[in-house]
C-alpha cells in the first residue's frame, strides 16, 4: 500500500506530483534541501494514510526519511573509502622496522620481523572484519527505512507478549535485557537513529538535525549541554515510567491479563523488565568538518545485548572499538592447598582401621548383626579396633583444621597475586595497545579512542575471586591498603556500561574513534517522574576513564521534589582539567600505588565535586545525600588512574576528539590510492539490496577535487546564481525595434514576462520606461549578499571601504568559497556523482543540483553566527557606499559575472555630470569586460557566446544593448 490521502472525496494514492498539488493549497511547501528524487522514494516506499490537515506532518515523516538515509549513506561512502585506503595497504620490512624504531634491516631479527608481520596482517584483516559489519548493518537499516509504514518500529501487543514467554524467575532480569534487544532497536530506529550493528552493545547515532553546529565559542557548548541534553531526552522519550519511554517499552502490566492478582513469578517478571536498563547515557562527541566544531549525540544503552557477553561478543566489541584482540581473563591461581605428609598420616590410620574391621567382619564381631564378644581376647579386639578409630579421627582432625589455616593464608595470598596479576596485565595490554596504535598511525588506520584505550587495558570480566570485589578489600582505609591493582572496583567490568557502547556506535558509524566531550547518565532503575529527566551518577567505571561528564550535586530530601519539578541540581566533572599536560617521560619516578601522587590526589579532589567547598559534593541519586564514591572506591579509581598515567595512557594527545567528520570519505591522504594492494580472502559477496536509490559510482573518488575541480565548483555556483536569481529579478523584452538585442531592468522581485513596445532602448519613450522599471539596486543586492551572494572584491569598486570592511571581506569570501565547495560536494553525494561529473545546464536535473546547492549554501550561512554577522556588515557598508557613490551599477558587478557565462557582457559607466570629462557622446566612459573579471575572480576561462550584451548606465538609470556575433 502506498502513502495515501484521505480526503472529502475518497482515499487517493499519492504522487509527487500530487503530493505538492496538495501542499501548495494548504500553504505549505517543501524545504528547500528536500527535492523530487526523495519525494518520489518516499511517496514509492512508504505507506502511510494522511488526512488533509496533516501536510505538515507529511513533511516532517518526509524529512526524517531523507535525513536519516542521508546519514546513512554519507557513513557507507565514508565506509567504502576506508575499505578502499586498507586493500591498498601492504605490510613491508620497512614498515615493520618504523614500527619498531630499527633503522637498519641487518638489525632486525628474522623471526620477529615475521611475528611483526603476521600481527600488522592479522590487524588489517579485523579492519577488513569490521568493514564488513558495519555495512552490513547499514545495508539493512537502508532496506528497513526503504519499505513498511513510515510509523513502524513502534512496539505492539505481540511484540510484548512475545517478550513474555517462558521466562523464568530466577533468570529474568538477564532474559529480560536479551528480550529488550530487538524492540528497542526497532523503536530507535523508527524514531531516526542510526544503530550499532548486530551483535554488539546497543547504542545509537542521533538524527542529525540534532548536531550541534551553531556553537563556536569556547566553553560555550559545555554551558548549554544539559539543557540541549535533557531537551533530546524528554522529545524522543526515552526516560519514563511507563511504556511510552525506551527504557520501559516492554514493561508489563501490574496484573497478568485475565487474572485478579499477580503471583510471585509475575511480579520477579515486571521487576525485571522494569529494572532491565540499569543506565542511559547521552554522549557528546566533537568533530570538525570544514573548519568549524560539530558536537554529535550518541545514545548508549548498559547491558542490552543481542545474546549473552561471550568471547564471540567480546572480539567484535574490541574490533569495532580499534582494540587489539580480544583475550580472556589472566588465571590468578595460587595453586591447591595440599598437606602431603598429614594425607599420608590419615591414609595410613585409615588403612590401618580398614585392617582391622576387616578382621572382626570374619568373626562376626562386625557387620549388619555383629555377635557379642565370647571371651577377654575378642573385647581386646575391639578395644584395638575403637583406639585406631580414635586415632584417625585425631589426624583427620588435624589435617582439617591445618587445611583450613593453610586455605586462609592462600586466599591473602590470592588477593594481593591478583592485585599485581592485574598490574602485569595493565602493562602486557597497554604493550599490545602500543604497537597496534602505532601501526594504526603508519598504515593511517582508524585510531581508538582514549577512553577505549583506558577501559581495554583494565578491563577483567571474570569475577570469581570475591575476594577481588570492593567488600572484600583487605584494608577498608585509606592508608596500609594492599599494593596492586584492583580492576573490579564496582559490580561490572569496565565494557559493561552505557558510554563504552556509545563510544563503539560512534567508532562504528564514522570510521574513526572518537572521545566523548561530556557525558550525560540517566537513571534507567528508578522512576524519573513526569518530566523524564533524572539524572545519575556516573558509575565507578565510567569515572575512571571518561574525560568528562554530568554528575549530581549534594540536595538531601529533595528526591521526590526534584522529580516533580524536573530540576536537580548538578555539576559537570572534568578529568582533564587537572590531568597532568604531558605524558610522564619514561626516566620519570613515578609511584602509582603511592596514594598520595600527583594523580591519585587530583582524583579524589576531582571526585570530590568543584563545589565541594560550598557544600555540593557528588552524590548518588537515590537520596541525593549519599556520597558518590567512598573512601574505597575513590582509592581504587585513584590508582588505576595513576597506573594510566604510568602507563603513558592520559598523555592529551591520545585524546580523539576534532576528528574530521566521515574524513575518510573526503580526503583519503597519501597512501590510499588504489594499486596492487595487500590482498585479502575473497569476502563474501553483498545481499542485494531492497533500496530503490542506491549508489552509482565509486564513492571512494568523492572528495578528490584537484584545483581544476575547485575552479569548475565555482564557475557552477555562479551559473546556478544565472538561473536562481538573474531570472527571479530581471524582465527580459524582445529589442522592440527587431533584431537580436535583449533589454534587462531592475524588477521589483518578479520576473515581468510582458513585451514592451517602443523605440530602441537608447532614446525616446523607453527612457521613461526604463525608469518605471528600476529597482532600488543598493537595497535589493544587500538582501542578496545576506545571503552570501555576490561577496568578490568588485563589489566595492569605486567605494573606498574602510580596512575594517575590507577585512571583513576577505573573512567572509573565505568562508563563502568553501561553503560553496562544500555545497557541490553534498550535491555530489547526495546524488552519487563522481568527481568528474560535470555540472551542465542542458542536464533536465540542472536545476534540482543548483537549488540543492544553494539550500546547503543558505542553510551553512544560517547556523554560522560569525558568518552571518559577517554578511550583515558586509550589506550594511555596501548600501552605504552606494548612498554615497549616488548610482546604482555597482550591485551589477557580481551579477555581470554571472551574466558572463552565458553571455559576452560588457559594462559601461557613463559620467553624465557637468563636470564629466568630455569623450564620448560627450561624456566619460568606464568599460569592464567582464569575461575579464570572470577569468581573474573564477579562475577559469569563459567560452565565447554567440550574443554580446552591453550595458550603459546613465546616472539612476541603465540600457542594455545586445547584438548577435
Not at 188 to 215: E, K
Not at 486 to 513: K, Q, V, Y
Request: with cysteine.
Amino acid at each position: 500500500m502506498p502513502i495515501l490521502l484521505a480526503a472529502d472525496t475518497g482515499v487517493r494514492p499519492l504522487t509527487s506530483s500530487s503530493a505538492l498539488t496538495w501542499l501548495q493549497g494548504a500553504g505549505l511547501q517543501l524545504p528547500d534541501h528536500v527535492d523530487e528524487d526523495g519525494l518520489d522514494l518516499f511517496v514509492e516506499t512508504r505507506t502511510k494514510v494522511y488526512r488533509e490537515t496533516e501536510g505538515q506532518a507529511f513533511i516532517g515523516d518526509l524529512e526524517a526519511f531523507l535525513q536519516v538515509r542521508m546519514s546513512i549513506r554519507l557513513a557507507l561512502r565514508n565506509l567504502t573509502a576506508y575499505e578502499e585506503h586498507l586493500e591498498a595497504q601492504q605490510v613491508t620490512s620497512g614498515l615493520v622496522r618504523e614500527l619498531l624504531g630499527v633503522k637498519s634491516a641487518k638489525k632486525l631479527d628474522g623471526e620477529l620481523q615475521e611475528h611483526v608481520e603476521r600481527v600488522v596482517n592479522e590487524l588489517l584483516d579485523e579492519e577488513l572484519d569490521y568493514v564488513e559489519e558495519c555495512r552490513a548493518s547499514l545495508h539493512a537499516q537502508l532496506d528497513w527505512h526503504s519499505s513498511g509504514t513510515v510509523d513502524k518500529g513502534a512496539p505492539t501487543s505481540r511484540v510484548l507478549e512475545k517478550a513474555l514467554t517462558a521466562l523464568n524467575k530466577n533468570t529474568a532480569k538477564d532474559e529480560a535485557k536479551l528480550r529488550y534487544y530487538e524492540p528497542m532497536r526497532a523503536l530507535l530506529m523508527g524514531r531516526g537513529f542510526v544503530v550499532s550493528p548486530p551483535g554488539t552493545p546497543l547504542g545509537a547515532i542521533f538524527p542529525a538535525s540534532d548536531w550541534v553546529r551553531d556553537i563556536q565559542l569556547p566553553g560555550l557548548f559545555e554551558r548549554r549541554a544539559k539543557a540541549l541534553t535533557d531537551e533530546l531526552v524528554q522529545r524522543y522519550q526515552l526516560l519514563g515510567d511507563d511504556r511510552s519511554a525506551l527504557t520501559r517499552m516492554l514493561k508489563p502490566p501490574p496484573v497478568p491479563p485475565g487474572k485478579q492478582s499477580a503471583d510471585n513469578l509475575w511480579k520477579a517478571i515486571l521487576q525485571a523488565f522494569v529494572s532491565a536498563v540499569g543506565c542511559l547515557c547521552v554522549s557528546w562527541t566533537r568533530h570538525e568538518e570544514g573548519g568549524r566544531t560539530v558536537y554529535v549525540p550518541v545514545l548508549g544503552l548498559s547491558g542490552v545485548v543481542q545474546e549473552a557477553p561471550n568471547e564471540r561478543y567480546f572480539s567484535k566489541y574490541c574490533r569495532h572499538l580499534a582494540l587489539p584482540t580480544w583475550e580472556p581473563d589472566p588465571a590468578v591461581d595460587v595453586g591447591k592447598a595440599e598437606l602431603p605428609e598429614l594425607e599420608k598420616e590419615v591414609e595410613t590410620a585409615r588403612e590401618k582401621v580398614k585392617k582391622k574391621a576387616a578382621e572382626l567382619s570374619k568373626l562376626g564381631l562386625m557387620g549388619k548383626k555383629p555377635r557379642k564378644p565370647k571371651d577377654e581376647d575378642e573385647r581386646s579386639l575391639l578395644s584395638e579396633y575403637a583406639r585406631l578409630d580414635a586415632d584417625r579421627n585425631d589426624v583427620v582432625a588435624r589435617k582439617d583444621t591445618a587445611l583450613k589455616k593453610l586455605n586462609e593464608e592462600l586466599a591473602k595470598e590470592a588477593v594481593q597475586l591478583g592485585l599485581w596479576v592485574n598490574y602485569d596485565e595493565m602493562i602486557r595490554r597497554t604493550n599490545l595497545a602500543a604497537v597496534g596504535y602505532r601501526a594504526r598511525e603508519l598504515l593511517r588506520l582508524r585510531k581508538p579512542a582514549r577512553q577505549a584505550l583506558l577501559s581495554y587495558v583494565s578491563f577483567r570480566e571474570n569475577k570469581a575471586h570475591e575476594s577481588l570485589i570492593i567488600e572484600g578489600h583487605p584494608v577498608p582505609t585509606l592508608k596500609d591498603r594492599a599494593v596492586g591493582v584492583d580492576l573490579w572496583i564496582c559490580g561490572w567490568h569496565s565494557l559493561n556500561c552505557a558510554e563504552p557502547a556509545a563510544l563503539m556506535t560512534a567508532s562504528s558509524f564514522f570510521c574513526e574513534g572518537t572521545d566523548v566531550v561530556v557525558c550525560f547518565p540517566y537513571e534507567g532503575l528508578q522512576d524519573t517522574g513526569p518530566f523524564r529527566n533524572r539524572p545519575k551518577e556516573t558509575c565507578a567505571w565510567c569515572a575512571s576513564v571518561e574525560l568528562g561528564f554530568r554528575s549530581l550535586s549534594r540536595n538531601p530530601g529533595q528526591v521526590d521534589a526534584s522529580k516533580q519539578s524536573g530540576q536537580w541540581l548538578t555539576q559537570l566533572t572534568i578529568h582533564t582539567l587537572a590531568e597532568p599536560s604531558r605524558a610522564l617521560p619514561s626516566e620519570a619516578e613515578f609511584d602509582a600505588f603511592d596514594d598520595t601522587n600527583p594523580v591519585a590526589v587530583s582524583t579524589r579532589r576531582t571526585l570530590s565535586g568543584t563545589l565541594a567547598g560550598f557544600g555540593l559534593s557528588l552524590v548518588k541519586n537515590n537520596n541525593l545525600d549519599d556520597r558518590a564514591y567512598s573512601d574505597v572506591v575513590e582509592t581504587k579509581i585513584g590508582r588505576v588512574r595513576s597506573m594510566y598515567h604510568m602507563l603513558g595512557l592520559l598523555d592529551p594527545l591520545v585524546i580523539a576528539l576534532d576528528r574530521p567528520l566521515f574524513g575518510r570519505s573526503k580526503s583519503k591522504g597519501p597512501g590510499s590510492s588504489i594499486s596492487s594492494g595487500r590482498g585479502r580472502r575473497p569476502r563474501p559477496s553483498q545481499p542485494p539490496s531492497k533500496d530503490k536509490d542506491k549508489d552509482k559510482g565509486t564513492s571512494s573518488k568523492v572528495g578528490a577535487w584537484s584545483k581544476k575541480a575547485e575552479a569548475q565548483v565555482r564557475y557552477l555556483a555562479a551559473a546556478k546564481l544565472y538561473n536562481a536569481d538573474v531570472h527571479r529579478n530581471y524582465a527580459l523584452t524582445e529589442n522592440p525595434g527587431g533584431g537580436d538585442c535583449m533589454y534587462y531592468a531592475f524588477a521589483d522581485g518578479l520576473r515581468r514576462n510582458a513585451r514592451v513596445p517602443g523605440p530602441t532602448p537608447f532614446g525616446g519613450e523607453r527612457t521613461a520606461e526604463a525608469m518605471t522599471l528600476r529597482e532600488n539596486a543598493a537595497e535589493m543586492t544587500a538582501r542578496l549578499i545576506q545571503r552570501g551572494v555576490g561577496i568578490s572584491p568588485g563589489m566595492f569598486r569605486d567605494m573606498a571601504p574602510s580596512g575594517e570592511t575590507l577585512q571583513t571581506l576577505a573573512l567572509a569570501s573565505e568562508s563563502m568559497d568553501q561553503l560553496r565547495l562544500d555545497a557541490w560536494a553534498e550535491v555530489r553525494l547526495r546524488r552519487a556523482l563522481g568527481p568528474d561529473f560535470v555540472f551542465r545546464d542542458t542536464d533536465p536535473r540542472y536545476p534540482q543540483f543548483v537549488a540543492l546547492a544553494e539550500s546547503f549554501v543558505i542553510a551553512a550561512i544560517n547556523r554560522d553566527g560569525v558568518l552571518r554577522a559577517r554578511l550583515n556588515a558586509l550589506a550594511e557598508a555596501y548600501e552605504a557606499g552606494q548612498r554615497r557613490r549616488r548610482q546604482w551599477a555597482g550591485d551589477l558587478d557580481f551579477r555581470g559575472l554571472v551574466l558572463s557565462n552565458r553571455v559576452n557582457l560588457r559594462m559601461h559607466y557613463v559620467d553624465a555630470s557637468d563636470t564629466g570629462i568630455q569623450n564620448r557622446n560627450g561624456h566619460r566612459v568606464d568599460t569592464y569586460n567582464f569575461q575579464e573579471l570572470w577569468r581573474q575572480y573564477f579562475g577559469t576561462d569563459v567560452m565565447p557566446s554567440g550574443v554580446t550584451i552591453d550595458i550603459f548606465h546613465v546616472n539612476d538609470n541603465h540600457y542594455v544593448f545586445g547584438r548577435r556575433l
